[in-house]
């Protein structure tokens, strides 16, 4: 059987962080009372007139910037024509062939091999309302988010992208540059970033391409992976067995982990495109351009070389921390108050399990950065055991407090008693003089650990280690 | 070229028109008449003119990113032939035919 190259294009929807939708006055938010943020304009009621969103203009020209676009001087609104119940107007406006910014990339990294993705065009949109599916004979509609300001962000044509963890990689670098510019808050759970991959195969060498398919209801960087890797499968079984891929939107059911052919929208599509006559074009001048590039921030890439440059963690590390702006942040103000090395560990490893095991965010997470900056030192000093640390820490979660009160309150703070210290350690000498022979008069030095260990859970884990080994040498030399 | 009946019969479907059979026909023809217009324009010499996409002068009209009030739900539901626990009811869509 021939080996396949998957062939992965990606067309990615931002739902943009404005305070009013695309049209109309009417709040951008997520979630509430449906059919409470509606008006005539996002209604689509005959007579009232679209106004278009100067915020949302500026997120597109700040990520088409950002994503090495050419910015078009001139952009135009145009009406993509069909009928379904989520979209009142019987159109949507759309951008068809003067779209915001064209002909950009962005770079991926994938097991140490660098790549450049590019970037066909990233236009402006409005989003529809949603559907729900009742048991009964009716769905439900509810257009508070219709009308809500969406980016469409599309990968070029041939494609780039060969494989699943390019797809992921890429997806991940798209949400980072976009909450770094704070356009979009990327949240793929609640659909304010939804991905659409359209996956195909071809025999490796081929010139021609193979039949795509693409896959929607993607809710997850999880379900986005998933969802291509079975496609990827799927198309391979049927190759292999002489069988045709149709080419089809194919839903993914999480429950069932695969993908299943989504009955048609229409017949055959045909969007009819004309350019929206309530809309006046664009005029995007130098001036304006210019302004907008003067106020992008440092974003992702550039963050990453210099966390490795300024902090001396590793390249990986850089990699993980940068992933979000608000982990960047949230690492940079503990880094700038503690051991920067020691800043990463702790946030990678202790706090982002406390955080996964609640689904907290980095940004509201229970533990302040200053704190965890103050605990870091503690260990630092030596005033906690790095074991202790992380009962702290978890104690720091649960209450927010500060890390100082608290190992004081809770007795977490080292054993600095030498009188206590020495006392557990003579009793722990009492009760295996054994071992305590065996390391004097055989020297086999290699059984201090165990007696160490002993006084350590002697004393709860409140002695330091180097108190305990040091006092261990004086009383063993004492014993020769 | 003119319009087909067949052809009529698939922009009708596209615009959500119900055409009785009997009336593609005369429907064809009166498009073709419409498109006969446009058959004169497209007789002109326009090289090195622009597109133009809007009558009006590319003036940006933009508003500022405020919010406004919307419609109390009753208003915004009240054209509507059914409604259901706040939301509009449409006879029943099913998408993921498998879930
Ligand atoms: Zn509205």
């Known amino acids: 059987m021939p080996e396949y190259e998957p062939v992965i294009g990606m067309e990615c929807h931002a739902e943009l962080l404005t305070e009013s939708k695309m049209f109309c006055g009417c709040a951008n938010q997520f979630g509430g009372e449906p059919n ?13 007139l679209p106004v278009t969103n100067r915020k949302a203009v500026e997120h597109v020209i700040r990520t088409a910037l950002a994503l090495n676009c050419t910015v078009a001087s001139r952009a135009r609104f145009d009406r993509k024509n069909y009928f379904y119940p989520d979209l009142p107007k019987g159109y949507q406006i759309s951008q068809y062939d003067n779209p915001i910014g064209a002909s950009g990339w962005l770079d991926i990294e994938v097991n140490g091999q660098k790549k450049r993705i590019h970037i066909r065009r990233v236009h402006l949109e409005e989003d529809t309302g949603k559907l729900f599916h009742t048991v009964g004979n009716e769905s439900y509609v509810d257009l508070n988010r219709a009308g809500v300001p969406l980016m469409e962000i599309v990968t070029e044509f041939p494609p780039d992208i060969h494989s699943t963890a390019e797809a992921r990689a890429y997806l991940m670098k798209l949400r980072a540059i976009l909450t770094y510019l704070e356009v979009c808050d990327g949240k793929m759970e609640q659909g304010s970033l939804r991905c ?8 490796v ?19 986005v992976q998933r969802g291509i890797e079975y496609e990827l499968e799927r198309q391979a079984s049927l190759l292999n067995h002489g069988e045709k891929v149709v080419q089809e939107t194919r839903g993914w059911n999480e429950a069932r982990q695969a993908t299943f052919a989504q009955r048609s929208k229409e017949v055959e599509q045909e969007y ?3 350019p929206e006559p309530d809309l006046l074009p664009l005029d995007i001048t130098p001036q304006w351009i210019e302004e907008i590039r003067a106020s992008l921030p440092e974003l992702p890439d550039a963050r990453h070389a210099r966390f490795v440059e300024q902090y001396g963690i590793s390249n990986a590390d850089a990699a993980q921390l940068t992933e979000t702006r608000s982990l960047a942040d949230y690492y940079e103000q503990t880094a700038g108050a503690a051991d920067p090395r020691a800043a990463a560990n702790w946030i990678m490893g202790d706090l982002s399990r406390i955080l996964n095991a609640q689904s907290l965010d980095i940004a509201n997470s229970p533990v ?12 630092e000093r030596g005033d906690i055991s790095g074991k202790l ?3 702290l820490l978890e104690r720091m979660a649960a209450t927010g407090e500060n890390p100082q009160t608290l190992a004081q309150r809770e007795g977490l703070v080292v054993l600095r008693d030498t ?6 350690l003579d009793s722990v000498l009492a009760e295996n003089s054994a071992i305590v022979s065996d390391i004097v008069e055989k020297g086999l030095v ?10 350590m859970k002697a004393t709860q884990g409140k002695a330091d280690p180097r108190d305990v080994n040091k006092l261990l040498d004086e009383k063993l030399s004492r014993k020769n | 070229m003119p319009l087909t009946t067949e052809e009529v019969r698939r922009v009708a479907l596209l615009a959500r028109m119900e055409l009785p059979e009997e009336e593609l026909a005369s429907q064809a023809q009166h498009l073709n008449t419409l498109l006969q217009h446009v058959e004169i324009l497209q007789k002109l010499n326009v090289e090195g003119v622009e597109p133009t996409s809007h009558p009006l002068p590319p003036v940006n009209t933009l508003r500022n990113d405020e919010k406004r009030p919307s419609l109390a739900r009753e208003e915004a539901l009240a054209n509507a032939p059914e409604a259901r626990d706040g939301c509009f009811a449409v006879p029943r869509i099913v998408e993921d035919n498998a879930s």
Not at chain 1, 196 to 203: F, G, H
Not at chain 1, 419 to 424: I, K, N, Q, R, S
């Open chain 1, 205 to 223: 060498g081929a010139a021609a391409y193979g039949t795509k398919t693409e896959i929607k209801n993607l809710n997850s960087f999880r379900a």
């Open chain 1, 446 to 455: 290699n059984k201090r650990g165990f007696l160490v260990g002993q006084v």
């Open chain 1, 36 to 48: 409470t943020r509606c008006c005539p304009v996002c209604l689509g009621m005959p007579g009232s």
């Open chain 1, 272 to 274: 009819r495109y004309f």
């Open chain 1, 196 to 203: 659409e991959p359209n996956v195909s195969l071809r025999p």
């Open chain 1, 419 to 424: 009188v206590a210290l020495e006392a557990a």
């Open chain 1, 368 to 379: 302040s950065s200053p704190h965890l900056a103050v605990m870091i030192n503690m260990i």
């Open chain 1, 389 to 391: 640390g992380k009962t």
